[in-house]
DNA sequence: TGTTATCGGTTCATATATTGAACCCTTATT
DNA sequence: AATAAGGGTTCAATATATGAACCGATAACA
């Protein structure tokens, strides 16, 4: 592992629960020496990728991160693309909602909004979500560029007892979303968190990333399954446009064939 | 230099005016060898800080800087705090105004507001203003840390022909701002581009940032320059009670005495 | 008030990770 | 068909990262 590696890794560490981290407590989270952790320190700090607290010492995020953040919104305005279509598909579907891109291997967290609707919410605190085991990351693997799941099938972290642990079975998973457009994923991650996804595309036609719809378990019917899949659907063709890309006619045709058997017209009149 | 600098330092290329790079122009913008180069950039990758346009090869910033930035916006809320006082500013003064933060020895760039009164205007497209040619950066000098100015004296880089050069102007011109209450440089960074500047607080009682205004030579007047004074000290105040600080009483009294010979009551009303 | 523990920061010999010239491969140009 | 330019890779040479031990300050404690 090179030590630009090491020393960027610390980033992910702060957190809008754990906002601020003295030297000793990062290096017990990186489980490296503290002379080690305290010159990876100064390099962030030099760059202005963290800054100290004059009086605490604790170290937080710097001002460099605004910037590159602003840089990266302007050149690929990603987040402003799908803040609208998120907030309808909570509000419609009642639950928690997320979008999130593929970069490289890794799906990142981009944006979430949550519904008032229920007191019992799925709540999903981490950055990237693992391929095999949400509704996001499967989404990508069945619609993203094929050298995915070679990857996934190599990192089958078990979360729970219900995490898809055998890359058969993950390809046979794989192969039942590439056929109903949509991704499903119950309590692999976490139990009693439900997840479902749709496919996200950019303007060069390639998977973007993945909007989700987290519900619990215990709400979970056929009846919301469907709403969430109608709401989806908007969702992700909104965002799609949005973000330069558009819809394969196949998927299309997948989420009408998908739906047919329940009401179709209103799958046409929403488009 | 360690190679974790290296390779943090490629991030600061990239901007809205150059959004994408790829290896080849990174290795000539950072003078280093390619393969050199391109392992920092696959560092940046793992990582998520850039990420690889998958049609041109072009590497861009990714998806990671998104979430530091709303984890340091959380923790520090710096930019939505100034907001409100900067687009004042901007309206009041019809040039565009600037708010920026020390970390450590460099004055980043955090939030601008541009006036739609001139069609020309001072248009600063750089990420860090450099303390010894700007009117934020003197002003960081005078108000700040007492060791910055050290740091200043040996990064006297020459941008015009009048940039303060010597390390006994630059004391000597710290010293007038001390006095005044505000910071003024005039063409040091950019010929015809004019700045002044009052300092920022937070919470610990110590320079947070600074907020400035850049006009152009031709029409910066006196009437024009007391105009920028008077809403500088509104901004100024506003702010740091954002910033969660407190303007020095010293220094209120010094805007009173810099303002005093024109018209003292209106200083008092704004307050 | 003296003792101990904790924390941020520093030093220096050791050894490991970084470096860059040269190389390959593909694509675009002439 | 030849050439140039860009992305990506290899391997010996060596510059750079590492961590045990140490320092000084502060806070907790008896």
New interface residues.
């Given amino acids: 592992m090179?030590?630009?590696?090491?020393?960027?890794?610390l980033?992910?560490y702060?957190?809008?629960t754990r906002?601020?981290i003295g030297l000793s407590q990062m290096c017990k989270l990186a489980g490296r020496d503290k002379a080690t952790t305290y010159?990876?320190l100064q390099?962030?700090?030099?760059?202005?990728?963290v800054?100290q607290n004059?009086?605490t010492k604790l170290y937080?995020?710097?001002?460099?991160?605004?910037?590159?953040?602003?840089?990266?919104?302007?050149?690929?305005p990603?987040?402003a693309g799908a803040e609208h279509a998120l907030m309808v598909l909570a509000e419609a579907t009642g639950e928690t909602s997320h979008v999130s891109?593929l970069?490289?291997s890794?799906i990142?967290?981009?944006t979430s909004c949550e519904s008032p609707k229920h007191s019992t919410r799925a709540i999903i605190d981490i950055?990237?979500f693992p391929l095999h085991a949400t509704a996001s990351g499967l989404c990508a693997l069945a619609f993203g560029p094929p050298d995915l799941i070679e990857y996934a099938i190599n990192n089958l972290e078990a979360f729970t007892a219900t995490t898809v642990q055998t890359p058969e079975l993950l390809k046979e998973t794989v192969d039942t979303i590439r056929q109903s457009g949509f991704a499903w994923s119950g309590g692999a991650l976490e139990i009693e968190v439900q997840g479902l996804a749709a496919p996200i595309f950019d303007h060069?036609g390639?998977l973007a990333g993945s909007v989700s719809v987290a519900s619990v378990a215990t709400r979970f019917t056929p009846d919301l399954q469907e709403i969430i899949q109608r709401n989806l659907i908007i969702a992700s063709r909104e965002i799609t446009r949005n973000w330069g890309g558009t819809i394969p006619d196949s998927l299309e045709a997948k989420w009408a064939r998908s739906l047919s058997n329940t009401n179709p017209q209103l799958l046409e009149f929403s488009k």
């Fill in positions: 090179s030590s630009a590696a090491k020393t960027l890794g980033l992910a702060f957190s809008i906002p601020e010159r990876h390099a962030l700090e030099d760059a202005g990728f800054e004059p009086t937080r995020l710097g001002p460099a991160v605004l910037q590159l953040a602003q840089t990266r919104e302007v050149t690929v990603r987040k891109v970069s490289g890794t990142y967290a981009l950055n990237t060069t390639l």
